[in-house]
């Protein structure tokens, strides 16, 4: 993140509303487009450092304390005055801090009204647990950890007692600063690709209940240090990275769990963080910064094989500006039409996928350091979908890979969604 000195943003102060705000804002119809984080802690956090950190990061990124207000042409974000100190964080002694976790993490921030931020502290015996939501109008899965890393630096101050504060300046949020980076003849290449539909070929779904009881729920699988270890010496054997070898997983999991016949193909959307383009990967402030694309190769008759076609499409798929792809037509659309005709366009033109993969990446433990208390284990995870959708997201921290699937269903769903990630572990202990 580019650092420079924060100016005091004034109550009632507007800021643009970008692209990727408002279709985040489309999408509230396929998904709750929340971001989620837990963070459990080995022992106790200092109750008043973090409340100032979070009171502070606020400060710092604006968006937090603002409301969404859709205009007359364009819709932007307003600053408010004042939030009651529980409407953003609170404090929760519990002796079941899984179902108090569960609990608050499926919750949701209102865009209309603000704050775009929830923080609990859930403590139990002698440990603390830092969930977080976030609404994802505000940003992006790598947005997402940057305001993670500068929340738990300024912690880290405070406890330190530093008369200092992290430096972090709320700079361009817009698509511009990924334009910025290619020459005049790049551009035109850029704007003449041909727009990338999201798409699910065959329309072929998870088999998820439409009706009934259904509440949110995220579930979680773990992959341990030692296996993530083999895993990335397979990659380094195989010329793959580790996000081909989650990716075959994945494939084949869907496969067997979707019983999709062989020969018969499958796409699937995976996200693209589009700092890739950007010096050093850091974007101008915590943002949306992100696009998919399709993938979809046929399956090999095991691991090994299915590996080489994914890495194959990968690879070659990288090389053409991925994420790019119809990105100045959207962008011109959303400049130049009224916020009430983009939204009519998008609900016609706009396919949902029904399937889909987000790697939200590394959760740096050199970057995420809470002072003196340290961090047992950290996850997040993208937004909780409504049924037909269906999404799989990871990260990693210190080596260890969470898988999360969050959905609106119902105790059959649950099971479901269990066997799948039981059938995705399977698929990556047959990796040695």
Known sequence: MKAAKNDS????????????????????????????????????????????????????????????????FHPYWEKVSQYRDADIISFVDCANPEAEISRFITGMTNELTGPQLMVRVIRSSNKDTLCIVMNHMVCDAAGFKEYLYLLS??????????????????????????????????????????????????????????????????????????????????????????????????????????????????TVPCMVDLRRYLPNKEADAICNLSSMCNIGPEIGADFEETLVKVTREMNAWKKGYPGLHGLSTLNLIFTLLPFSTVKELMRKKFVNPLIAISNLGIIDSERFLFGKTPIEEAFATGSIKYPPYFQLALTSFNDTITFSVGLYGTEDDRELVQKFLGILDKELQTVS
């Open 9 to 72: 943003i004034k109550s009632g102060e507007r800021f643009r509303a970008e692209m990727w705000d408002q279709m985040q804002f489309f999408f509230k119809e396929y998904n709750d487009h929340q971001l989620h984080a837990v963070i459990c802690f080995k022992a106790l956090l200092d109750r008043q450092c973090i409340q100032r950190a979070v009171f502070l990061s606020m400060d710092m990124v604006p968006l937090l304390g603002s409301r969404f207000v859709v205009g007359k």
């Open 153 to 266: 630096a300024i912690y880290t101050k405070l406890e330190n007692g530093a008369g200092s504060m992290p430096e972090y300046h709320e700079g361009s949020r817009s698509a511009k600063q990924i334009y910025r980076q290619f020459n005049l003849l790049e551009r035109l290449k850029i704007a003449l690709l041909p727009n990338e539909p999201v798409k699910n070929k065959n329309n072929i779904y998870f088999p998820l209940s439409k009706k009934g009881n259904l509440s949110p729920f995220i579930l979680t699988h773990e992959v341990s240090q030692e296996k993530f270890h083999s895993l990335r010496e397979y990659g380094n054997e195989h010329a793959a990275t580790m996000n081909d070898i989650v990716l075959t997983a994945y494939y084949r999991a869907l496969y067997e769990i979707l019983d999709i016949k062989q020969g018969e193909s499958l």
